[in-house]
């Protein structure tokens, strides 16, 4: 026994071995099976394979751990005992099902087997049991169908091919009205569908049937929908999923047994009611997979009070248990009820704040709780989708009517299938993807579409799950279309819309519009500034903005920016009027014509500062001196050449010998940034002086004003001196000559490697650092941000990366160095401020590594400044919490 290793966890009303802490090895299901078997809800006993029996048996070639069968042969021991049943017994069977369930839930991306255990003589033995033949025959045709799809590869095409021919030749158009006879007939044509496609008889041995059906699942962790989801998701670090065994209870024994999915909240509202629906005569599979169209939950009231009272009382159990919204699943067996699943529930962006701030008032967790573990950042951006600008005006061709599975507006050109939905998003191209229902398959496309259209399903279907769980615009169950894969289009009786033609889907109204309607800003609710208020209470670290127009500042201010971290000069000469000064700049032969040049867009860059700190008043403004190689000003095709040319009083040979003068091989590493400024201290000079005087107008207003200059590309102390020495001598001399007092400062973009390993050199002349780490990122990996899109897509499909490193901050590699700049910086410096300008600034686990190394802010762009400020409360919350539950341990080493 000194080699034993438990790989099964039973659970159940006399025995359970897990609890809720121990997701990363039962999964999120498994766990929470455990955690409600232990507080008294009804759940069917039943136990867990560990996702380290998943991953072993993976590595292994499907080949089970030692030990790993006489354990399973134990866990249905404890379910049989608990049952009062036997598998495989010809008096009394018991009947299993098999599913996933991975430590993060991923919806409907692995398998699940249902009604295990059934043979020819099981059958005969439920019947006696029941007396209820058409129950046993419907149980049977749903195991070889659902082993059959799962576990062998027979598509449930075939199966449904079968039940759709079958009830044209007995005149019937539901499920429901196929009789025993008609059932029992079907069962045989679905085994003979078995043996035709595999080669081989349906096996009978239910011992069989579960390894089978375990191997599955585990084989599920790997299939290409499940790593899609994963990628899409961001989910990284597991190590496989678990497998629930679990006794089977009925929801098809007839009107007095039922299946559903609630939630204990509107998880696209966050109203306080008790939301899902429910099937009566029915397994759990046709209500998520859309195959009946199932009822509210509310009517259940009406049909059942007794169960829907109990209902209520355990959702409210559970809710307050895990101090969560719950989704769960339920069965109700010959008018007993049974939990099968919890889980926190997935939820739009509007529904996570409601629902947190209303938890808290209701006292049921804290201020602290609700911003660390209620509310994602991806909550906070859902909230800046748009909406339609008008509504749903009376001139708007409504093409039908569904649920609104997920809110929101989306525009786009309609998809049937996801492939295409994938190319047409790499191309930035808007669609919506149309489906009759979506599967587990559709999730690449999913993911790349604005907005999902369905004709089947309800608000538990995969499509509402999903693209609530994305912030997706949804549009469920709209029967009042007819979908035609094969002439690519669907039509509402009276329109018929193409592949390729514009509509547009209200995920808040249900509603499906004919054509591209205009989007519009959205509103934020009470309980939206109730949340941000409460997190801009918590965060220790600021955020600030990327802007450059004061229309951008204010609304980042309006945000709770708390300041400009980059404003971009070059983007300001590109406005009209003003391009050809600065390309007379590029072409003059002499310093006094380029100063001459220089002195003309003096007034527009003055009139630009003063704007922007004016929007960003009593705030630091940090502007970032001017960083592009100049031929990017230039024009590069002939015709170009040839206007621009007439437009400057030169001739077109002398402007095309210029472009050629300017080119460079790699202009990324070029003669751009503080080397521009070293070449033409003009140009330093020139915008130096725009800033302080514009900051001077502002002080005699009376107004406060904060500028930061800051020089880019710095790779050594020798090129900051020089650049600081101009905007000193450039800055005291205008200050001097107004008799003003200003508090500026002068600091430079760490984005050169180098920078940021002889940071305690340059900290010495300089007043704060500010991490360009998108420069950084190309410079460490020595990637190109605007070529690395040919081959990035592939390392992270192949596992080389696990995300894109200029959307989420390498922590590994260009976090070392921003560890070790700060570090360097401070260690001569202790009043040195530092912040991150580059896009990682929105990005949460960026900005969580940002909070970790110390740094004073993010920066990021306007649009994102919510999803920081509550990345950046998390990160104090969590760190704390972090802390807490390791006060004992000791602190790791971090690699400088």
């Known amino acids: 026994m000194a080699n034993f290793e438990k790989f099964v966890y039973r659970f159940g009303k006399f025995s359970t071995d897990g609890n809720r802490e121990m997701k990363h090895l039962l999964g999120g299901k498994g766990a929470n099976l455990a955690e409600m078997s232990t507080i008294g809800i009804p759940v069917p006993p039943g136990f867990t394979i560990s996702t380290e029996a998943c991953k072993k048996t993976i590595d292994n070639r499907m080949e089970w751990p030692e030990n790993l069968m006489d354990q399973v042969r134990e866990g249905v021991k404890h379910i049989e005992t608990e049952m009062g049943l036997k598998l495989g017994n010809e008096e009394d069977p018991l009947l299993i099902s ?84 008609h059932l029992r007939e079907l069962t045989d044509r679905y085994k003979a569908i078995y043996r035709k496609i595999t080669g081989h008889m349906f096996p009978d041995d239910p011992m069989e049937q579960l390894r089978f059906a375990i191997n599955a699942v585990f084989n ?110 339920f069965t109700i067996q010959d008018g007993n009820l049974f939990i099968l699943q919890t889980r926190n529930g997935k939820r739009t962006g509007a529904a996570a704040v409601k629902i947190a701030v209303d938890l808290v008032e209701e006292k049921i967790l804290s201020k602290d709780e609700a911003i660390r573990d209620l509310v994602d950042p991806e909550h906070i951006e859902q909230l800046l989708h748009p909406q339609f600008k008008d509504g749903e005006q009376a001139e708007n061709t409504i093409l039908g009517s569904g649920l609104p599975a997920s809110p929101g507006a989306a525009v786009g050109k309609v998809v049937f299938d996801s492939k295409k939905a994938e190319e047409a998003g790499k191309d930035n191209e808007p669609v919506i993807l149309v489906r009759i229902e979506t599967s587990p398959e559709d999730v690449g496309g999913m993911s790349s579409a604005e907005g999902i259209l369905t004709s089947r399903g309800g608000m538990t279907s995969h499509a509402a799950v999903v ?170 095709e002939k015709e170009e050449i040839g206007k621009v040319a007439g437009e400057l009083g030169v001739t077109p040979d002398k402007l095309l010998q210029k472009v050629n003068q300017l080119k460079e091989f790699n202009p990324m590493l070029g003669h751009r940034g503080c080397r521009l400024g070293i070449t033409y201290p003009e140009i330093t000079e020139m915008q130096t002086r725009a800033i302080i005087e514009a900051a001077i107008e502002l002080v005699e207003q009376g107004k406060e004003v904060f500028p930061e200059i800051m020089i880019p590309l710095v790779g050594s102390i020798e090129e900051f001196v020089n650049q600081r020495e101009v905007v000193d001598r450039v800055a005291q001399e205008i200050l001097a000559d107004a008799g003003v007092e200003l508090d500026y400062k002068v600091g430079t973009m760490i984005e050169i490697p180098r920078a940021a390993i002889l940071a305690d050199q340059i900290a010495e002349k300089a007043d704060f650092f500010s991490f360009g780490t998108n420069d950084l990122t190309q410079l460490t990996y020595g990637f190109s941000r605007d070529d690395a899109a040919k081959f990035l897509p592939d390392y992270i499909e192949r596992g080389i990366l696990k995300q894109d490193p200029f959307q989420v901050l390498d922590e590994e590699g260009v976090g070392q160095f921003v560890q070790a700049g700060t570090r360097l910086g401070r260690m001569v410096n202790s009043t040195l401020k530092v912040g991150i300008c580059g896009e990682h600034g929105g990005d949460p686990s960026s900005v969580h590594f940002a909070y970790n190394t110390g740094l004073d802010y993010v920066s990021c762009s306007p649009f994102r400044v919510p999803v920081a400020h509550l990345a950046s409360a998390q990160a104090v919350l969590r760190k704390t919490k972090e802390e807490d539950e390791n006060s004992d341990k000791p602190m790791p080493t971090v690699r400088a």
Not at 127 to 143: L, M, P, Q, V
Not at 171 to 179: A, C, F, S
Not at 288 to 299: D, K, L, S, Y
Not at 528 to 539: G, L, P, R, S
Request: aromatic letters at 8%.
């Open 98 to 181: 098999v599913r996933s369930g991975a430590a993060v839930s991923m919806p409907g991306m692995m398998d699940t087997i249902l009604n295990l255990g059934i043979n020819d003589e099981v059958v005969e033995a439920i019947i006696r049991k029941t007396g209820n033949e058409r129950f046993a025959y419907d149980s049977y045709r749903r195991f070889i169908d659902m082993f059959g799809d799962v576990v062998m590869g027979v598509t449930h095409d075939h199966f449904e091919e079968a039940i759709e021919k079958l009830k044209k030749e007995v005149g019937v158009k539901e499920d429901l009205e196929l009789t025993a006879s």
């Open 220 to 329: 599920s962790w790997n299939s290409a929908r499940a790593i899609k989801y994963r990628q899409i998701s961001n989910i990284h670090g597991l190590i496989g999923t678990a497998v629930n065994v679990q006794a089977m209870v009925f929801g098809n024994m007839g009107e007095k047994s039922g299946t559903g999915v609630c939630f204990t909240r509107n998880p696209a509202t966050g109203e306080s009611k008790l939301y899902g629906e429910f099937l009566l005569n029915a397994q759990g599979e046709d209500v998520v997979a859309g195959i009946r169209t199932p009822n509210p939950i509310a009517e259940l009231e009406e049909r059942n009070p007794e169960i829907y009272k109990e209902l209520v009382s355990y959702t409210g159990s559970l809710e307050s248990h895990y101090k969560n919204m719950q989704d769960i699943e």
């Open 467 to 636: 693209a609530r769980g994305w912030g997706k615009p949804c549009v469920a169950g709209c029967s009042d279309i007819v979908i035609n894969y094969k002439t690519r289009s669907f039509t509402n009786g009276e329109v018929t819309v193409k592949e390729g033609d514009w509509i547009s889907l209200n995920g808040n109204t249900g509603k499906v519009i004919l054509g591209k309607k205009e989007l519009s800003k959205p509103e934020f609710s009470e309980e939206y500034q109730t949340f941000m208020d409460w997190v801009t209470d918590i965060e220790l670290m600021k955020v600030r903005t990327n802007a450059e127009t004061p229309e951008d500042a204010q609304v980042a201010r309006s945000y709770g920016a708390k300041g400009i971290g980059l404003a971009r000069t070059e983007h300001m000469f590109f406005k009209p009027g003003r391009v050809n000064f600065m390309r007379k700049m590029i072409i003059a032969e002499s310093k006094e014509e380029r100063v001459a040049a220089l002195s003309n867009l003096l007034p527009f860059q003055k009139q630009d500062f003063a704007e922007i700190f004016e929007a960003m008043e009593g705030l630091p403004v940090t502007i970032r001196l001017l960083d592009p190689p100049l031929h990017e000003f230039l024009p590069q």
